[in-house]
């Protein structure tokens, strides 16, 4: 396997038709074709982020096991969902740190589905104690936060989203300079991508680049949660 890895066409084809049958009969029929065209090609590609992502923020892990690991499972949590297809048609990635828990944990994320693809990187739905403490971080450090957020190699390659409340948190100042972050229910970052550049061999370089210019952001929260960089 050489220094980089990407995604093939034959994986987006994949997700597409099972995007189009979306039932138990026809994946079980189409394992096979699954575990070639999407799990093997996955995990080569979390195999081949080992060695850059030490580098890079040496915290964070890249696991190519098929269950447990960096990869997340294709099946649909439908329990509380109206949705009950039982897959998901897309795949996804997260690097998470050694410390942690879940997917709400800060982490870096690779996203492919036929339509669209993105990087993230950051924290998505933080449970309330490592949300309050992100907040009171910013309230604590404004100007530090200030500079992590508009660091112009940053805002090159992330654009800060997610959901955020109408009206401040209860015991936050509505007056701060910050309160619009403050207001964020996420602390993440996007990069929008073609589908077609995750299918290209320079892929994992635009990867590699983007997470190396997140570091400002990740570090601000890993300290704000209280895990080491």
């Avoid at 050489?2 to 994949?14: C, H, I, L, M």
């Avoid at 339509?115 to 998505?124: K, P, Q």
């Avoid at 207001?183 to 991508?193: E, G, H, P, V, Y």
Wanted: glycine residues 6%.
């Amino acid at each position: 396997m050489g220094r980089y890895a990407g995604f093939e066409q034959r994986t987006v084809d994949f997700l597409a038709e099972l995007a189009a049958n979306n039932n138990r009969e026809w994946f079980k029929e189409n394992k096979q074709r699954y575990e070639e065209d999407v799990l093997d090609v996955a995990l080569r590609f979390i195999i081949s982020m080992q060695e850059p992502l030490a580098g890079i923020a040496p915290r964070f892990t890249a696991v190519p096991t098929r269950v447990g690991g960096s990869l997340m499972r294709v099946y649909r949590d439908t329990r509380f969902s109206k949705n009950k297809q039982p897959y998901k048609t897309n795949v996804g990635i997260q690097f998470r740190h050694e410390q942690a828990r879940d997917v709400h944990s800060p982490g870096y994320y690779v996203h492919l589905e036929p339509s669209r693809a993105f990087l993230g990187v950051g924290m998505w739905r933080p449970d309330p104690d490592s949300l309050r403490r992100i907040r009171e971080r910013i309230i604590a450090r404004p100007a530090e936060w200030q500079r992590v957020r508009d660091e112009a190699a940053f805002r090159r390659h992330f654009e800060l989203g997610g959901e955020t409340l109408t009206r401040p948190p209860r015991g936050f100042d509505k007056d701060h300079p910050c309160i619009e972050d403050i207001k964020r229910k996420s602390f993440i970052a996007t990069r929008d991508l073609d589908v077609e550049a995750c299918l290209r061999p320079q892929f994992q370089r635009v990867v590699e680049s983007s997470f190396r210019n997140a570091e400002p952001l990740m570090r601000f929260l890993c300290k704000a949660v209280g895990v080491r960089f």
